[in-house]
């Protein structure tokens, strides 16, 4: 007989495997973090004899979301500057209003952000944000998993006096963290309009010196590709393989603005991940991204919220929906994005989009990060197929547990490692402090 430390058994999982398997009627087997087992109840419940024993019932359980691009700490400007142009909304609403940021608003702020991704069934993510050390001990707090780095401005920021001293901030917190399985680091110059050509050889440099994943913004409006041509007489996407950013492990947010000539450069990346933000998108009316034409040429894709003061959730299951029926409506064709394409975007490219080859799929050795949904809500009744009801019936709110190596983090409305009541009592006083500011 096998030990293990948790034996969990649900009416269906959804493995994300290569082959893309449902189980019916199946049990998983985790220890030390880790999937150990995997099938249906029959054949692996007698092989198993666990420390914990437990039967989801009607619980459909899909690998954990993997939120590929947000900002979880601007909770606290959620719905502050709604319905304004990408330029307008950054450099005359957030920039100001950041530059008297302080450390704990960034703590709370992105405490509130993993709270709402672990209570939707988000179990990573990819963040960038001021006060990086505040990010990952909200993360640590949480329990999720997160990759993040201090970002790289040109100017100096609420949290740095110059972008040297945010590049060796990222290198520390890279050392830090070298061991954890949970928390990642990742160089995070922010843009090509918020840097320079020095800054962002000197970000490839750091990659390759320490080697460390590569996330930042990029082609993401036509106003960034006006000023990048007038400054550096390129478009965003050439200018930054000059400098080498593709030769590199590369996350880029957004790619709405990318020519053909753009998408032939980026499907020659090796390691590049594009990460589609369709609901900020369309609220900032930034445009719609080529994402059929980047699967079409094998590109990985993954999925994320952006921040929620421009989207305004950090809501997986809302993102799929948006992205599936987003490209349906403009290509004019309902096969294009189907269901499981879609959630290939949230979990397996999510993993990608992490530079991890050990997530987003359920199967033994790969860290035990999964969700679970409740099967007897009255939107995922009845279920034929449970891929289709995870991309458009479920609104995330039908998430019964969330787990992130092992570890229950969410379990049927409660919170595992910290006091929601506690957290909301403190983004309530950041909201009054923001509230005076303002007038």
Not at 104 to 110: A, L, N, Q
Not at 357 to 374: E, H, R, S, W
Request: hydrophobic share 40%; glycine share 6%; proline share 5%.
């Amino acid at each position: 007989m096998n030990h293990c430390d948790l034996l969990l058994h649900a009416a269906h999982i959804v493995t994300q495997d290569e082959k893309r398997r449902i189980l019916h009627d199946a049990s998983i087997a985790i220890a030390d973090g880790r999937i150990l087992d995997i099938g249906t109840r029959n054949a692996i419940s007698p092989l198993w004899e666990p420390a914990t024993e437990r039967d989801l019932g009607h619980a459909l359980v899909l690998p954990g979301l993997i939120n590929a691009h947000t900002h979880a700490a601007m909770t606290f400007l959620r719905g502050f500057a709604d319905d304004l142009p990408l330029v307008t909304w950054l450099k005359e609403k957030i920039f100001p209003l950041e530059a008297s940021l302080t450390k704990e608003i960034v703590r709370t702020g992105s405490l509130l952000g993993f709270a709402e991704m672990l209570k939707t069934g988000t179990t990573r993510c990819l963040d960038m944000y001021m006060f990086s050390d505040e990010v990952f001990a909200a993360a640590e707090t949480a329990g999720i998993g997160l990759a993040a780095g201090e970002p790289i401005f040109k100017f100096p920021s609420a949290s740095a006096t110059c972008w040297q001293e945010e590049l060796e901030h990222t290198v520390a917190l890279s050392e830090r963290f070298a061991s954890s399985t949970r928390l990642q680091v990742m160089i995070s110059p922010h843009a090509v309009y918020t840097s320079t050509p020095d800054i962002l050889t000197a970000c490839v440099r750091a990659s390759e010196e320490y080697n460390l994943p590569l996330h930042m913004h990029l082609a993401e409006s036509g106003e960034e590709t006006k000023e990048c041509l007038s400054q550096h007489g390129s478009r965003p996407i050439p200018y930054c393989q000059a400098l080498g950013l593709f030769d590199r492990p590369l996350t880029i947010a957004h790619v709405v603005d990318a020519d053909e000539h753009d998408v032939e450069r980026l499907k020659k990346a090796s390691d590049t991940v594009i990460v589609h933000n369709p609901g900020s998108n369309m609220k900032l009316a930034s445009g719609v991204a080529k994402i059929p034409t980047f699967l079409g040429s094998k590109m990985p894709v993954a999925l994320g919220t952006d921040g929620p003061a421009s989207n305004n959730q950090l809501n997986m299951f809302l993102e799929m929906n948006r992205a599936a029926l987003l490209h349906k409506l403009s290509t004019m064709h309902p096969e294009t994005l189907p269901a499981e394409a879609v959630l290939d975007m949230a979990t397996r490219n999510g993993a990608k989009a992490l530079h991890r080859k050990d997530l987003g799929a359920l199967i033994p050795g790969n860290l035990a990060d999964l969700t679970v949904l409740n099967e007897q809500e009255p939107n995922l009744t009845p279920l034929y197929d449970p891929i289709s009801q995870c991309v458009y019936a479920a609104s995330g709110h039908e998430v019964i547990l969330t787990m992130v190596e092992g570890e229950i983090l969410y379990d049927h409305g409660t919170f595992t490692k910290f006091s929601y009541e506690d957290l909301w009592q403190e983004m309530e006083a950041i909201k009054d402090s923001v509230t005076k500011n303002m007038a």
